[in-house]
């Protein structure tokens, strides 16, 4: 997700570990060494284990560029928020019971016609909507699967 803010933009990010950085800072000198802003939305992270954290991260642009090539460089892979969350769309039945349980309102109700709208730039990839669903149109991406 990609929104300009007074600083720049705000992206989210869901970032996956290798055991031999998880216990490293790395994410702390987001801020020290690319005056990066940063919001841990949800974290599953362990020293000497894998581990992953969905990061919103905020600053100039050029700042976070620079910010995702060190975590690359410290070999930690950067998925977009975007490619972790799929819903397909012919499923849903457009009950609501996701849009309750939505920490960031990715998830709404269209007053105008009652179905849900999902902002895939909005979601922190929590995976809250994956749970409730009744009808399991909402997914959860765990697979390192290459996507862009």
Do not use: Q, W
Not at 23 to 51: M, Q, T, W, Y
Not at 60 to 66: A, C, G, P, S
Not at 124 to 131: I, N, Q, Y
């Amino acid at each position: 997700m990609k929104e300009v803010t007074n600083n720049g933009f705000r992206k989210i990010v869901y970032l996956s570990f290798p055991p031999e950085v998880s216990g490293r800072p790395v994410v702390c000198n987001l801020l020290r060494k690319f005056d990066l802003s940063f919001n841990i939305l949800k974290a599953d992270i362990s020293p000497r284990h894998e581990g992953t954290m969905t990061l919103e991260m905020y600053g100039r642009e050029d700042d976070f560029r620079k910010g995702i090539g060190y975590l690359k460089e410290n070999g930690i892979r950067i998925t977009p928020v975007a490619h972790k969350i799929f819903r397909n769309e012919e499923s849903c039945i457009h009950c609501g019971v996701c849009t309750a349980m939505c920490p960031t309102d990715a998830l709404t109700l269209n007053m105008d016609d009652r179905t849900i709208v999902f902002d895939v730039d909005k979601c922190s990839a929590c995976g809250m909507c994956t749970r409730v669903c009744p009808v399991k149109c909402m997914t959860l991406d765990m697979e390192e699967n290459g996507r862009p």
